[in-house]
């Protein structure tokens, strides 16, 4: 299957008089060389569940049914349905579209979609639901409510192939003694392991964005930090004074700061992008057994 053999996407877009909104976040690859490069970054994916938040045009859903995969496409801007509808039939049924948003959806309840037990090649979860990868070139209003309510989900989810503002991207995988590092790598890398792949120059975009984008690889850590909410607290609380020593900078916690560090092992005098994430585990719990 190629998706040479389709209508270009820019052909497309003119054939359905459809144009960007920006107020969607809507920049479009419309260069299968591209997408297909995501696809690649994801993974083997034939016989797996992707779901795709924000197909638009549908060119990266071009690429990841060329995968083989079975894919659950979430996509808000109802004016794209006509223009996805002929890739169901080309993928043989692989591709299932949903108008909605993807900040409301509930995910799991999907996964129904995905393809019949005998064709599976993704290992079956307790429950026999098989986990779903997420691949998406993410709207750049949405894209960190959406990665933090993933970060949080069920069993459902695998890992994720995600496009993000570069400057997002680079704050997901920073690590301490960075200026990028902050609540979203702590809180991001307690679930996952995260490497920025490759960076997407905003010229490659229909329209350019003014800044770059980048992808980044997301895989399940074997030791994923449960208590993600105590750990938002305790990271909102130090970064939130980030210059200052973590003794003032919890006083937005609780007033007994210096003996909540010392049950976390933690100097008091250190600063919050000096904390690794196994330092915020220890705060997370030292905060949760006070709690
Ligand atoms: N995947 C396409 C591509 O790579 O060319 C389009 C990517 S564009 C950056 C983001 C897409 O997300 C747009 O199609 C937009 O309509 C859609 N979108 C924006 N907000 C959304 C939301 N809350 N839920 C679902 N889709 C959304």
């Not at 053999?5 to 877009?13: A, G, I």
């Not at 979430?74 to 509808?85: C, N, Q, S, T, V």
């Not at 800044?211 to 449960?226: C, E, F, K, Q």
């Not at 690794?276 to 057994?289: P, S």
């Amino acid at each position: 299957m190629n998706a040479d053999e389709l209508p270009t996407l820019r052909d497309e877009l003119e054939a359905h008089g459809l144009w960007a909104n920006k107020g969607l976040g809507q920049h479009f690859l419309l260069d299968l060389n591209i997408t297909r490069r995501i696809a690649r970054t994801a993974g083997e994916l034939a016989g797996k569940q992707v779901i795709e938040v924000g197909p638009g045009p549908g060119g990266l859903t071009r690429a990841l049914l060329e995968t083989g995969a079975h894919v659950i496409a979430i996509e808000k801007d109802p004016r794209f349905l006509p223009l996805l509808a002929p890739l169901i039939e080309w993928s043989e049924g692989r591709l299932h579209i949903v108008q909605g948003d993807a900040l409301e959806v509930e995910e799991a309840a999907l996964l129904q979609y995905g393809p019949p037990a005998s064709r599976r090649h993704a290992p079956a979860l307790a429950g026999g639901t098989p986990a779903a990868h997420i691949v998406s070139n993410l709207p750049y209003n949405v894209g960190t409510p959406l990665l933090v309510k993933w970060l949080k989900a069920g069993a459902w989810r695998g890992d994720m192939t995600l496009m993000f503002q570069k400057e997002v991207a680079q704050r997901i995988v920073a690590r301490p003694g960075s200026d990028a590092y902050g609540r979203l790598a702590v809180i991001a890398q307690a679930r996952c392991d995260a490497r920025l792949e490759f960076t997407v120059p905003a010229r490659t975009f229909t329209p350019p964005p003014k800044i770059a984008s980048a992808i980044v690889r997301l895989t399940n850590r074997a030791d994923p930090y449960p208590h993600l909410d105590a750990l938002e607290r305790v990271t909102a609380a130090a970064f939130g004074q980030r210059r200052k020593m973590l003794r003032s900078a919890l006083r937005a916690l609780t007033p007994e700061t210096e003996p909540l560090l010392r049950a976390a092992g933690l100097d008091p005098t250190a600063r919050a992008e000096d904390i690794d994430q196994q330092g915020f585990r220890r705060l997370a719990e030292a905060w949760r057994a006070t709690a």
